[in-house]
Structure formats: structure tokens, C-alpha cells
Nanobody, 122 residues
Framework: QVQLAVSGGGSVQAGGSLRLSCVASGTIFSVKDMEWHHQAPGKQRELVAVISSAGNTNYEDSVKGRFTISRDDAKNTVYLQMDSLKPEDTGIYYC????????????????WGRGTRVFVSS
């Protein structure tokens, strides 16, 4: 089993910054793709950013140039640096990670962390 602990949410004025962190712990051989998702009030959860084990990144169009996803594999941690925040960035942010739990496993399991709330005031 793997647990993802998310931290870093809060309230900020438009134009401000926040940094989210997500730490994976438990039975881990390697962590593959790590992702951040955003669920705005009354809307479905959407993928915001993804980073592969090789460090390749991809972003949803509305956050390109404002958000940066990064990872520290020594700490099994993924970060989301959010700059130039807008009111529409308000919502709950979730992280997920695809984990190979044991050496020799031929499949990964995807785990989710509890969300952290972000509120951006105008």
C-alpha cells in the first residue's frame, strides 16, 4: 500500500503564488508518472500537470507558463509551483502517482492523495 500526503494549499490574492507538495510513502520500488489534478467548485476533476519518471512534463493549456511541476525522486515527492494565480484556479487540488511496488512487478498501481484547498481572491 502507498499513501500520498498533500500539503501547501491556502488562500491567496490574485497574482500570488502557492507551492503544493505531495509525498508518497509505503511500499515503493519506483514511482512512474506523477500528476496534479484540479477540481473547481461544481466542476469535474481535471488534469493540470503531469511529470514522467524521466522528468518530461505536460500542462493543461490554462496553466502553461504559470504552473511548474517538478519532482524529487529521492523523497518520492512531487511539487506544483503555482504563480500568477487567478480566481479560476480556486478549487481542490489532488495529486496522483503511478507506483511499481516491488521489483519485478509488471504492473503499476495508481494512488491518490487527499485534496488540498486553494482559494484565490480577486
Amino acid at each position: 500500500q502507498v499513501q500520498l500526503a498533500v500539503s501547501g494549499g491556502g488562500s491567496v490574492q490574485a497574482g500570488g503564488s502557492l507551492r503544493l507538495s505531495c509525498v508518497a510513502s509505503g511500499t515503493i520500488f519506483s514511482v512512474k508518472d506523477m500528476e496534479w489534478h484540479h477540481q473547481a467548485p461544481g466542476k469535474q476533476r481535471e488534469l493540470v500537470a503531469v511529470i514522467s519518471s524521466a522528468g518530461n512534463t505536460n500542462y493543461e493549456d490554462s496553466v502553461k507558463g504559470r504552473f511548474t511541476i517538478s519532482r524529487d525522486d529521492a523523497k518520492n515527492t512531487v511539487y506544483l509551483q503555482m504563480d500568477s494565480l487567478k480566481p479560476e484556479d480556486t478549487g481542490i487540488y489532488y495529486c496522483s502517482a503511478a507506483v511499481q511496488e516491488h521489483y519485478g512487478d509488471n504492473h503499476d498501481y495508481t494512488y491518490w492523495g487527499r485534496g488540498t484547498r486553494v482559494f484565490v481572491s480577486s
